[in-house]
């Protein structure tokens, strides 16, 4: 069940007429497949995002699965993270500093020092990004994914990320990679849906790997 804040056909149809190269993209990678978890938990969200965090998506799977393997039933809970150790979590393949980044996540929401689900959908996406740069290891990259794969914001542009930057240059024929001002200047006709043309991006570099 999809928790996206906007109308999916809505977004693509407003994306394929604000210029060619987009619309080109859209219609060779098909339709936009983002499902947004119905059941939202902050700590499992960001626990998931730490974790992928400069890893590939097949390192970074195994190491999460391991992870759920610390909890019963493998639903991670920061009530229980918030006791392991962190040679626990080095062991299922976390680096130190990722550890000691779940272990602070899982204290900050277990103090109540983060906004519960409900706040945090209230809270516009410049306060989202610097309400979760709170906790260690949380920066704005982390904090656009949370919006875009968990809160289902439509306008979310991670410009720093290199995939991002990739499928900029490709689908405008850039001539080198674009660095993250200028993706931003590239990409600011296609607001109020850059988190779609963003999907769209990585696909580019899906394809190209």
Same mark, same amino acid.
């Given at each position: 069940?999809?928790?996206l804040r906007?109308?999916?056909?809505?977004?693509?149809?407003?994306l394929?007429?604000?210029?060619?190269?987009?619309a080109?993209?859209?219609?060779?990678k *098909?339709a936009?497949?983002?499902q947004?978890?119905?059941n939202?938990?902050l700590?499992?969200?960001?626990?998931?995002?730490?974790?992928y965090?400069?890893?590939? *998506?097949?390192a970074?799977?195994?190491?999460?699965?391991?992870?759920?393997?610390?909890?019963e039933?493998?639903?991670?809970?920061?009530?229980?993270?918030?006791?392991?150790?962190v040679?626990?979590?080095?062991a299922?393949?976390l680096?130190?500093?990722?550890a000691l980044s779940?272990i602070?996540?899982?204290?900050h929401?277990?103090?109540?020092?983060?906004?519960?689900?409900r706040?945090m959908a209230?809270?516009d996406?410049?306060?989202v990004?610097?309400?979760l740069?709170?906790?260690?290891?949380i920066?704005?990259?982390?904090a656009?994914?949370?919006l875009?794969f968990?809160?289902g914001?439509?306008?979310v542009m991670?410009?720093a990320?290199? *995939?991002?930057?990739?499928?900029v240059?490709?689908?405008?024929?850039l001539p080198?990679?674009?660095?993250?001002?200028?993706v931003?200047?590239?990409?600011q006709?296609l607001?109020?849906?850059r988190?779609?043309?963003?999907?769209?991006f990585?696909?580019?570099?899906?394809?190209?790997?």
């Open positions: 069940m999809s928790r906007y109308n999916r056909k809505q977004a693509v149809a407003t394929k007429s604000s210029c060619t190269n987009i080109s993209l859209i219609r060779e *098909g936009f497949t983002l947004i978890p119905k939202y938990d700590f499992t969200s960001l626990a998931s995002s730490i974790t965090q400069q890893l590939s *998506g097949k970074a799977a195994t190491i999460y699965g391991r992870f759920e393997g610390l909890f039933d493998n639903v991670p809970r920061a009530s229980v993270a918030v006791g392991f150790s040679q626990e979590l080095r299922v393949g680096s130190n500093n990722k779940v602070d996540l899982a204290e929401v277990c103090s109540g020092s983060l906004p519960n689900a706040k209230s809270l996406d410049d306060a990004i610097e309400t740069c709170r906790v260690r290891g920066g704005p990259w982390t656009q994914m949370h875009m968990a809160l914001r439509p306008d991670p410009a990320d290199l *995939g991002i930057q990739k499928g240059q490709h689908t405008y024929q080198e990679l674009p660095k993250p001002d200028q931003l200047e590239v990409t006709h607001a109020p849906f988190s779609v043309a963003s999907w769209y990585w696909r580019v570099v899906d394809d190209i790997a």
